[in-house]
């Protein structure tokens, strides 16, 4: 039977500007023990489909038309059209977090900072199952063991702040769970988290689901995840389905230009080197928007631009209690070597909490080291950054520019654009307000933006075109080195695709050099030319992309290669395999990779140019030291 059967449905919102539709004519259905993946760009209408079913439509909504039927399938209730339920009626409040339940994208955002883990899973089971709070506590224990809490009877007392990513939405799954529902909707449930965590979070979704024999709606737009979970695919664009079918029948035999258009613009391993992404509406540059200054380069290109020399870097963590105690410290960076090469792109990659970070902020110098330096070569060699002083400093800062993970928060709301584009100038004192004004305008043409869209504020653009104006004012004042810190996790596929191919264009054109920050290893893989991957605050496998990909030689390498989710049926994720908690424990790693406290991590050439992190390696003929 069909646990969910959307027919016909049709959303329009009131706004400003008149009625918008959202949503138009949609159907599609959801069967029983049954994973439906719903796939789109953003803006395309899915999450508004997704609050339709919860009964979670803002105000300024209508459903104009078409059906929303939940049927139970035990048999206990009959059927329901919830497209005709008051939102805030008994009817609508009994079904929702009872029959059906959702996993929204952003766990911090959708748990809340003032209750325990305990107490906001409890609730449901509270409301919902007549429980009393020493029942509920039982349930909520019961349920983070089955969602595979490290320390189920502690966690009922911590506070999501306390929690890694990958531990709050296996919170907010308890929390789904809790009730047992028949349909469970799963709104980009892996988009903020690693690829490790989030093979772990698939694995369990997969696991819950065969246990409860429950149905999944699945809404994302990572074709990854799509062929891992996914029986059944509806593509939507622009609130109306596009296709829909199998998952073999549209991964093996796409019929429309969209979803063609959709799995062109991802990248895959198997990629060649002159191979480009195809993105559904690509940047075109102009010869003559490449006026803009090229920043003058002191380095020959292959010659070392930026060097860490045995960095270490501790942070203090909260004191053990109210009156004191021993001060924790952590290692977020332990003795790193690194170097990058003018007119390369250096891909660094790993989990979250693995020091990727860090290494950026501590060779932008936005954080000071504990041990070892950071060097600079401004063509009198590598110089230490950190007697950099006055002017000398401010000189750095222009070569060295950020491009920052979140397209959203990190453009100030209320300052236009040509305000944000032209501050750097202003802060440095470069030109007159009419050359300013003119390289805004360049910078525009530069990254594909219409200079009229300069007098705009950022709420005004797409998260695609905010990270464009991220670009462009990482260019403002003609930088050499540019620190990409994840610049495509928040976005779409064809919107990194046209950002991806953007930055290759600019490091060609512009002679530019990136440190590129990332944990999606596909993506590292079609940009960088060398790629270097942390775990732990640890550098532990270093070399040419094609080669660290194509033979891995660290344990955790392998366990990040095998947790990428690629969008091919023929080569799904092998979830019995998966253990990344002890692929990320530097102690219990195999011989001679094994890291302790205290152990030093050294690096050795195990191939040509290619440095692997094993301290017990005692090959008199390796070499030891930095990679260079």
Known sequence: MNVLSIEGLTVEFETAEGQIRAVDDVSFVVPENRTVALVGESGSGKTVISQTIMGLLPQAATITSGKVILADPTGAEPPVDIATLERKGPQMRHLRGNRVAIIFQEPMTSLSPLHTIGDQIGEAALLHRNASSAEARELTKEMLRLVQFPDPERALDTYPFELSGGLRQRAMIAMAMICRPALLIADEPTTALDVTIQAEILKLIREVQSELRMSVLIITHDFGVVANMADEIAVIYHGRIMEKGTAQQLFS?????????????????????????????????????????????????????????????????????????????????????????????????????????????????????????????????????????????????????????????????????????????????????????????????????????????????????????GIARALTLNPEFLLCDEPTSALDVSVQAQILNLLQDLKRDLNLTYLFVSHNLAVVDYIADRVAVMCRGRLVEIGKTREVVGNPLHPYTKALLSAVPEPDLSAPLDFAALDANKASEPHLWPEPFRLTDGTPPSLVELEPDHYVCAPGLKNAGALEGTAA
Do not use: W
């Not at 790993?350 to 080291?369: C, F």
């Open 253 to 469: 035999n796409p019929k429309h230009d969209y979803l063609k258009a959709l799995l062109n613009a991802v990248p895959s391993f198997q990629m060649d080197k002159s191979e480009r992404l195809v993105p559904i509406r690509p940047i075109e540059l102009k010869s003559e928007d490449l006026l803009v200054e090229r920043p003058r380069c002191y380095v020959n290109p292959g010659e070392p631009l930026v060097e860490m020399r045995d960095v270490t870097k501790k942070f203090t963590l909260r004191k053990g209690s109210l009156f004191g105690g021993k001060t924790k410290t952590m290692t977020a960076l332990d003795q790193v070597n690194l170097t990058i090469r003018r007119g390369e792109c250096l891909g660094l990659v790993g989990e979250s909490g693995s020091g990727k970070t860090t290494a950026a902020k501590a060779i932008l110098r936005a954080i000071n080291v504990e041990g070892g330096e950071v060097l600079y070569n401004r063509g009198k060699g590598l110089e230490n950054i950190a007697g950099f002083r006055g002017a000398e400093l401010m000189a750095y800062r222009r070569q060295v520019q950020l491009i920052f993970q979140d397209p959203f928060s990190s453009l100030n709301p209320r300052m236009t654009i040509n305000d944000t584009l032209m501050e750097p100038l202003e802060i440095h004192g470069i030109g007159t307000p009419e050359e300013r004004a003119d390289k805004a305008r360049h910078l525009m043409n530069l990254v594909g933006l219409d200079p009229r869209y300069l007098r705009r504020y950022p709420h005004s653009f797409s998260g695609g075109q905010r990270q464009r104006i």
